[in-house]
């Protein structure tokens, strides 16, 4: 199936669902840039290969918005597909929104996948459409009743870095961030971004090229902590050193209950931009949303002593290799 044949096919889709606008994001449940082969939606209809974008698509145009890096790559990777570049202003804006706002009509229908898709990226898009009488849906994954012999989730070991390594524990950690929720006043706080989740549980894995992350979900609350993931990626040992750091192992595909059954009239602190729409839409409405950064991107900001040495290491390493690059040029 040509990129021509698979945009002719989603507009069918469309069509049927009687939905005028599509969007399409480059990203994860986890809102990766870099993503899985399973979520690679953006190349797999576009050809377009770059790490951002968002695709547009109406039943007369479709259009790829990203940014200055990729103009060169997306003006010759979208020749002959059926899709258009169209250069983004400004880097990560949502500037599709305001064209979809002034392009359709009052009573319109835009949608996307609330899976790929930020909490903040959907409630822009709400914020620019809803008003102008055009309905929004992030209920709707039109890619994969498309996608023939579309890739699995990865299924990569994964493994734990000793604190030799990290310069601190699991355990320490998980107490930081649990003071940080404290802090906010949050009964719960769900982590979704895999540089996170690494950080926190000292955990690395391949599921993504070249970044080392495993696919997971964290959940906190104040007396426990729950680590989503398939438990087949980890060793026996690994498991159990997990469970002696007071973490409990669940089903990666659980996580979407393990949202829907948080109690009533609880709190939730999550970060707007590192948590996609669709769990969000699963947080019970009596629950109180707290919105904030991520306390682990602040946290894993500030390096050990440990993990200085490491950097001094490597830069010594690093700068060895590029004296040796430019002695053989």
Same mark, same amino acid.
């Given at each position: 199936?040509?990129?021509?044949? #698979? +945009?002719?096919?989603? /507009?069918? @889709?469309?069509?049927?669902?009687?939905?005028?606008?599509?969007?399409?994001?480059?990203?994860?449940? %986890?809102?990766?840039?870099? *993503?899985?082969? /399973?979520?690679?939606?953006?190349?797999?209809?576009?050809?377009?290969?770059?790490?951002?974008?968002? +695709?547009?698509?109406?039943?007369?145009?479709?259009?790829?918005?990203?940014?200055? #890096?990729?103009?060169?790559?997306?003006?010759?990777?979208?020749? =002959?597909?059926?899709?258009?570049?169209?250069?983004?202003?400004?880097?990560?804006?949502?500037?599709?929104?305001?064209?979809?706002?002034?392009?359709?009509?009052?009573?319109?229908?835009?949608?996307?996948? =609330?899976? *790929?898709? &930020?909490?903040? !990226?959907?409630?822009?898009?709400?914020?620019? *459409?809803e008003p102008k009488g055009i309905k929004v849906r992030g209920d709707v994954d039109l890619i994969d009743g498309i996608w023939e012999n579309r890739p699995d989730l990865p299924k990569e070991e994964a493994y734990l870095l000793s604190e030799d390594i990290t310069g601190k524990s699991t355990v320490e950690k998980i107490k930081e961030v649990q003071e940080a929720i404290q802090k906010k006043g949050a009964?719960?706080?769900?982590?979704?971004?895999?540089?996170? !989740?690494?950080?926190?549980?000292?955990? #690395? =894995?391949?599921?993504?090229?070249?970044?080392?992350?495993?696919?997971?979900?964290?959940?906190?609350?104040? !007396?426990?902590?729950?680590?989503?993931?398939?438990?087949?990626?980890?060793?026996?040992?690994?498991?159990?050193? +997990?469970?002696?750091?007071?973490?409990?192992?669940?089903?990666?595909?659980?996580?979407?209950?393990?949202?829907?059954?948080?109690?009533?009239?609880?709190?939730?602190?999550?970060?707007?931009? /590192?948590?996609?729409?669709?769990?969000?839409?699963?947080?019970?409405? &009596?629950?109180?949303? !707290?919105?904030?950064?991520?306390?682990?991107?602040?946290?894993?900001?500030?390096?050990?002593?440990?993990?200085?040495? %490491?950097? #001094?290491?490597?830069?010594?390493?690093? =700068?060895?290799?590029?004296? @040796?690059?430019?002695?053989? *040029?």
């Open positions: 199936m040509t990129n021509i044949e #698979r +945009l002719s096919a989603l /507009r069918e @889709r469309m069509k049927a669902e009687n939905i005028d606008a599509y969007i399409i994001a480059s990203a994860d449940p %986890h809102i990766s840039e870099y *993503l899985p082969d /399973r979520y690679k939606n953006i190349e797999w209809i576009s050809g377009f290969t770059g790490s951002a974008g968002t +695709l547009a698509i109406t039943a007369d145009f479709a259009g790829l918005w990203t940014d200055s #890096r990729y103009f060169v790559q997306a003006t010759e990777q979208l020749a =002959g597909t059926g899709f258009e570049l169209v250069k983004l202003k400004v880097q990560g804006a949502a500037e599709y929104a305001e064209w979809l706002s002034e392009t359709l009509s009052k009573d319109a229908t835009v949608a996307f996948d =609330g899976k *790929l898709a &930020s909490i903040a !990226i959907a409630q822009q898009l709400k914020g620019n *459409l009964d719960f706080h769900l982590v979704s971004s895999l540089d996170d !989740i690494s950080w926190i549980f000292n955990i #690395r =894995g391949s599921d993504v090229k070249c970044n080392p992350v495993v696919l997971s979900f964290a959940l906190f609350s104040k !007396i426990d902590v729950k680590l989503f993931i398939d438990s087949e990626k980890l060793s026996k040992e690994s498991i159990e050193e +997990l469970m002696n750091a007071g973490v409990s192992i669940h089903p990666y595909n659980s996580i979407e209950d393990a949202i829907q059954n948080i109690p009533a009239n609880s709190s939730i602190f999550l970060d707007p931009k /590192r948590n996609c729409f669709s769990y969000y839409a699963l947080i019970p409405t &009596s629950s109180t949303k !707290i919105e904030a950064l991520n306390p682990s991107t602040v946290l894993k900001a500030v390096k050990n002593e440990v993990e200085l040495s %490491h950097t #001094r290491q490597t830069m010594i390493k690093d =700068g060895a290799a590029l004296s @040796r690059s430019f002695f053989w *040029l």
